[in-house]
Every structure is written in structure tokens, then in C-alpha cells.
């Protein structure tokens, strides 16, 4: 059996073991009379509350900056409308998130491409490697495979496209044009989930699994066409 094909399986098992571990935990507590559901809920309408005590510019300047250094972008982005939406306006909510992210995008790739490059560059070679060096069309099709590929930490896209001296001007186009939509989607779902709102979450499902077919089409179109090349 390839290792590859071993080192997947012990993974899906992991994930098997531990929902399942977390499924027993919350039937025992269910059983001995603990309200989990109600807890829960409890506790997200208290970190929402600590959100808003802590205003909007410090949560979206936290967005924008935290991503860098390894923060989950997408607890922002489920956050952000039930939040702040009330006193923004979602609207104003989702052009504040987009522009956290768009000011992450950039920081991460000036940090990957030049500050921290050059400390990157003499790890990699003292380890007896070097960092890759691919052409501008090549470049191109690895920011879209990166960027629509599912698994990969935003932070750590970012900071590959950036050593992998990905040209600006597509790195931001394309960065933008997925990360917007992914994010968007999040928003309107996080608030719907958290405010109760069942048929816009479903509506927001439907646009996350639409994201999602269309980015599986996107990436098997370049990989087919650099199987091809």
C-alpha cells in the first residue's frame, strides 16, 4: 500500500475518533442533565458580547493583522456579522471584513517576499535545498491551484505564494477574487447560524457548495492542463 495512501487513512481515522469522542462526551453530559446545547449557545452569545464590547475597529484591525501569524481567518468571518451587523449594517460589515483581508493579503506577502525571504532562504539551504524557481505562466496556475485548493491555512497560502515570488498584480487578483467570495458566503452564514435565521444559512450553504464545485472545477482544469503541458 503507497504511504500516501496509509498516512490518509490515519487521518480520516483520527478525525473518525475524535467526533466520536466528542459525540460521547456530549451525550454524557446530555444524560446527566446538562443543558449542552443551551451552554453553548450561553457561551457564543458571551464571546459575541466581549466582540462588541471591544468595538469594530478593534476587530477588524484584529482581522486584518492576526491572519499573519496564524489566527483562523474564518472565526472572523463567522463572527463579524452577528457582531457588529447591527450596528454596521451587514453591508458595511462584509466591506470592512474584505478590506481586513485585502490589508492581510498584502502584509503576508511582503513578509513572505522579502522580510522574512532571506532568513527562509538560508534555513532551506542549510537544510540542502533551495527554494523553488518556476516561470511566470507556472506562477500563475500555482496561485489559482493554492488558492482553490481546500486545506491549506490561509496564512500558509499566503506566505507560499509570497516565496514563491507569485507576481503582485495576479497574486492580488486572484487572492481577492476567491478569498472575497469565501468570505462573503462565511459572513451571511455565521450571522444567519448565530442569529437563528434557518432559511438564509441554508441559502448560504447553497453558495458555499456552489464556491466549492466551482473551485473543484477550476483546480481540475489546471491540472488537467498541466498534465497536458
Known amino acids: ?16 475518533a475524535v467526533a466520536a469522542v466528542l459525540l460521547i462526551a456530549a451525550g454524557v453530559l446530555a444524560l446527566r442533565g446538562f ?23 478593534v476587530f477588524f484591525t484584529a482581522m486584518a493583522l492576526l491572519p499573519a501569524v496564524g489566527a483562523p481567518l474564518m472565526a ?3 463572527t463579524a456579522g452577528r457582531a457588529f451587523g447591527a450596528q454596521m449594517g451587514m453591508g458595511w460589515v462584509v466591506v470592512a471584513a474584505l478590506a481586513a483581508i485585502t490589508v492581510n ?16 532562504a538560508r534555513l532551506v539551504t542549510r537544510l ?25 491555512p490561509f496564512f500558509a497560502q499566503n506566505y507560499l505564494l509570497g516565496l514563491a515570488d507569485a507576481p503582485f498584480g495576479r497574486y492580488m487578483a486572484i487572492s481577492c477574487l476567491v478569498i472575497w467570495a469565501y468570505a462573503a458566503a462565511a459572513i451571511v452564514f455565521g450571522d444567519a ?4 435565521r434557518g432559511k438564509t444559512a441554508i441559502g448560504a450553504i447553497g453558495l458555499f457548495a456552489a464556491l466549492v464545485a466551482a473551485s473543484h472545477l477550476v483546480r481540475h482544469h489546471f491540472g488537467k492542463r498541466k498534465k497536458v503541458a
Do not use: C, H, N
Open 1 to 16: 500500500m503507497p504511504p500516501e495512501v496509509t498516512a490518509d487513512r490515519r487521518k480520516i481515522l483520527i478525525k473518525i
Open 35 to 57: 443543558d449542552v446545547p443551551g451552554i453553548a449557545a450561553r457561551e457564543v452569545s458571551r464571546g459575541i458580547g466581549v466582540l462588541q464590547s471591544l468595538g469594530p475597529w
Open 76 to 78: 472572523f468571518s463567522l
Open 105 to 120: 493579503i498584502l502584509l503576508t506577502y511582503w513578509l513572505a517576499r522579502w522580510v522574512l525571504r532571506p532568513w527562509i
Open 128 to 152: 540542502g535545498y533551495k527554494l523553488p524557481q518556476l516561470d511566470k505562466a507556472d506562477l500563475t496556475d500555482l496561485i489559482v491551484i493554492v488558492r482553490v485548493t481546500p486545506g491549506p
Open 193 to 196: 447560524l448565530l442569529s437563528g
